[in-house]
């Protein structure tokens, strides 16, 4: 028979005072309560209950097994409920990688409003410009810039990223403005160390882009120095819109080369198929599509 039912059948005979009365709270049968109660019995070895037709008393071990059961029959319940909970709200911890500048410039402030409103959500951010492997890694999501590769992934779109190129005016009131990709030659530039070669230095839309060779003054594989030394007037840099965004709006820099930008490079979540019905990734991917998806850039535009 089984065992937790058993339990349960005798700490409701123990609680109801007699078997008739826990048979009718447990819409079960006189005898069906009396095969589980000689069950246990049974399996510990010792009799549970004494008996006589008027009357039950629990013996030593009895009483001593009525309370274990007591507290296993919580225990599971507290799983039980646990279990459902975390089915139905979010909670738990959210392990999610991202580029590092977009990450650090963009889905890291934005994270203060999920957060708010997910209290029982904890976030682990992990920014870094190489590819992760989300099922090795135990990651619940990524958000990946460029072309997609695994197909095993779900991918829900972000707006797409473009890459502008962009100075401080006190660079280029000291050294002029490049109009053409050609004049970077004769420019400082900032350069990403850790670039794929498809997205350096090639100016132009897709099927005229122009290769070039620019004087790099500074390298780093950090995009937050490279933009914080283009601000300081050291040359230009070349960063997606969105984390150029607030430098631009303050006029700390200005965009360059508008003609010249290459094609917007495309932005997705991913995340693993078998992941997605939980509670906390599911509000997770909802508000990034919502904040980062491309509604969001058309909303931002019109606005």
């Known amino acids: ?4 039912r058993s339990m349960e059948v005798f700490v409701r005979v123990v609680d ?8 009718r709270t447990l819409d079960m049968s006189t ?16 009799r549970l209950l004494h008996r006589t037709t008027r009357s039950q008393s629990l013996s030593e071990i009895g009483q001593q097994y009525a309370e274990q059961c007591r507290h296993i029959l919580q225990l599971v319940h507290a799983a039980e409920s646990g279990a459902l909970a975390m089915r139905t709200v979010p909670r738990g911890t959210l392990k999610i990688s991202a580029p590092a500048a977009f990450g650090s410039r963009c889905l890291a402030p934005a994270m203060a409003e999920y957060l708010e409103s997910n209290p029982e959500v904890n976030l682990e951010l ?10 090795e890694e135990g990651l619940d999501a990524a958000i990946r810039i460029g072309p997609l590769k695994d197909s095993t992934l779900v991918a829900r779109p972000l707006t797409s990223l473009q890459m502008m190129v962009c100075a401080a005016p006190a660079y280029l009131a000291r050294h ?14 900032l350069d990403f160390s850790h670039w794929r070669h498809d997205a350096r230095w090639r100016l132009g839309q897709l099927g005229t882009e122009e290769s070039t060779s620019p004087h790099c003054r500074m390298r780093s594989n950090n ?26 709006a303050a006029g700390r820099l200005v965009p360059i080369l508008r003609a010249y930008w290459p094609t917007p490079r495309p932005m997705h979540l991913i995340y693993p198929r078998d992941r997605q019905s939980t509670p906390k990734l599911a509000s997770f991917v909802e508000f990034v599509v919502q904040r980062f998806g491309a509604a969001a850039a058309l909303r931002e535009k019109a606005s």
């Open 16 to 23: 109801a005072g007699s078997f008739s009365a826990a048979a």
């Open 223 to 248: 995009g937050e120095a490279l933009r914080l030394a283009a601000v300081a007037g050291l040359g230009l840099v070349m960063q997606a819109d969105a984390v150029l965004a607030d430098e631009i």
């Open 126 to 135: 992990d920014l870094s410009n190489r590819l992760s492997d989300l099922v």
């Open 176 to 189: 002029g403005t490049p109009r053409t990709p050609g004049e970077l030659s004769q420019h400082r530039c």
């Open 31 to 46: 005898v069906m309560v009396s095969k589980h109660i000689a069950a246990l019995e049974q399996l510990v070895g010792a």
């Open 1 to 4: 028979m089984d065992k937790m």
